[in-house]
């Protein structure tokens, strides 16, 4: 069972555009909404993060927008970079005492120039 | 600071033999997790540590993988015998714990991961 569903599987955006990936979630006693970004080769690492109190997050960027009644959230990546290429992951954790993370599919997004 | 160690980068062996893969996590995460990630698709644990216990090994399939973090620190993900459908890339991550006022929640860090290919 899927539990975070990510899209689009892939994303080709012009430098200088708006990069916006999707996810659902299903499960309510989530509280807890990262970001991965992945290189080739690379292990994730963490981009930003953001607790269902908040409805945007910005760092730099890079934006996370949040809606709880629909459980949703999306990942905004202003003035996009070629540099900015690479696999992004939604995840979600929560619950009590649960600190495991669910992936989404991942959205391999390339910035051409 | 040094971040997660995995070796080998790469692994590629034949079905129904063993390999196993070695994670060295951040100095002083006591929570170390092991995920599986096939082509294609997102990060899914296999097995959550904290120190030397295990927390959580519900999607390990039992029948042929095994992990252990002995002292815990260093750990070790077996497979014996695999598969063709084992061939992924196998991550490591770690964190810290107890978590702290201000420190955001959970922040895993991953190591480079192994691939494994199964011929």
């Known amino acids: 069972q899927q539990q975070v569903k990510q899209s689009p599987q892939s994303l080709i955006v012009q430098k200088g555009g708006i990069s916006i990936i999707n996810c659902a979630y299903e499960?309510?006693?989530?509280?807890?909404f990262p970001w991965y970004q992945q290189f080739p080769g690379k292990g994730p690492a963490l981009l930003i993060a953001?607790?269902?109190?908040?409805s945007e997050k910005k760092e730099g960027r890079f934006t996370i927008s949040f809606n709880k009644s629909a459980k949703q959230f999306s990942l905004h990546i202003m003035d996009s970079q070629p540099g900015d290429s690479a696999t992004y992951f939604c995840?979600?954790?929560?619950?009590?005492?649960?600190?495991?993370?669910?992936f989404g599919k991942g959205t391999k997004l390339s910035v051409i120039p | 600071e040094a971040g997660v160690a995995q070796s080998p980068r790469y692994k590629i062996i034949e079905k129904r033999q063993s390999v196993a893969f070695w994670c060295n996590p951040i100095s002083g995460h006591a929570t170390l997790y092991w995920y599986q990630q096939i082509l294609g698709q997102g990060p899914k644990l296999l097995i959550q540590f904290q120190n030397n216990g295990v927390v959580d090994d519900s999607q390990l399939p039992k029948d042929r993988f095994s992990a252990e973090r002995l002292k815990g620190v260093d750990s070790t993900l077996k497979i014996q015998p695999a598969k063709l459908e084992d061939s992924a890339v196998y991550l490591c991550?770690?964190?810290?714990?107890?978590?702290?006022?201000?420190?955001?929640?959970?922040?895993?860090?991953f190591g480079a991961g192994t691939r494994l290919s199964v011929l």
């Open positions: 991550a770690s964190s810290f714990w107890p978590l702290q006022v201000g420190i955001a929640k959970n922040i895993q860090y």
């Open positions: 499960n309510t006693a989530f509280d807890y």
């Open positions: 995840a979600a954790s929560g619950g009590t005492g649960s600190y495991q993370l669910t």
């Open positions: 953001i607790r269902p109190d908040v």
